[in-house]
């Protein structure tokens, strides 16, 4: 009996569930009698773009620095002079040629001097040795003719061999010292020309006391100091950027720098600066780097006054241009499934799943589920539902042009 009582009991509850259940999915809604229902209701003013094609601008953004295009330094030229004069400072714009400061050439000057001294000592030398070799040869010509007679006289037996031998002697003796006298002034000449080229390095000397320009530009770095005594050795006393020209100097990742050419269109953002610079890229370094993996893009830019070297930048480079299907960023939905749009077809409403693509402005590139001319409610989501039945209304924003 106790065994009868437990099972009528058991079955007693197992029917009070099932009625509780039934009456929970009567209140569940069926999709097809919801249709139905929906079907009947008035259509819903709903607005709707098409899928049009537009021109799609792919773009890349980077990151970088600001550098000079090209750095010409300016040191000294000659050591242990001092600096006595500074005219140029750090954001000077200078010319070619321009004299950026001068050091001490007294001690020069006073050289120079001494071997104006030498040279014209060399040249009254060379006047003296000039004379005299002029004299020695005329020694030697009349030796040579003395001996030249002797020899005649010599043949008839009218000269004895004693005078003959001293014709001889005095004519070898004349001609040595013609030979004397025309290596004297050859080295005349030569203590001339040495004191002409110790004449031509003190003036090089002294003209390298002025520090030039080499080219026109901006200076970027002054270590010059009045008083301080230069030296061939150790750091420039000027750094110049070459014609003021700045680049931006972009990294780049390794996978992207195939698509990356020079003269492909580059915006250039600099912090504080409103508006964006354009530019070109000038090169693509053909060296990566082995532990950032990033490749170096330079990236030639117009002139702005708020350029600086160092300055930190943001770029976009325009890797090219393409025509794409695209509907308003608005319309599309992003579930975990993917992204879908809400698709208008005989003014009801499906749902259709989508790849996107690129997004520029308040548009965004339909890859596949969409052709161009079909419609798609603009603000997905919103107030309809797949099946329902829609009023469209046409919306003017998907001929907005080039994106």
Known sequence: MLAVTVCVAMFAVSGARRQQVEAAAAQISDPRRDAGERSGAAPIATTLARAERHSITETLAVTGSLVAREENVVGAEVDGLRIVELLADVGDRVEAGQVLARLDGTMLRTQLAQN???IAIAQASVAQMQASMAEMQANEAEAADALNRTLTLNSTGTISPAQLLARETQAKVAAAKSTAAAENLRMAKAEEAFAEAQRGEIELKIARTELKAPTAGIISHRAARLGAVTGTAGEPLFRLIRNGQIEFDAEVPETVLPQIEPAQD?????????????????????????????????VALSPHAAMRAGVFARGSITLGKRQAVTVPLSAVSFSKNGSYVQLATNNVVELRNVQTGLARGTRVEIVSGLIEGQEVVVRAAAFVRPGDRILPVRSDAGSAGED
């Open 266 to 298: 580059v915006e250039v953002w600099l912090p504080g600066v409103s508006q964006s610079i354009r530019g070109h890229v000038r090169l693509v370094d053909p060296i990566v780097d082995k532990a950032s993996r990033l490749g170096r893009v330079a």
């Open 116 to 118: 104006t001294a030498m």
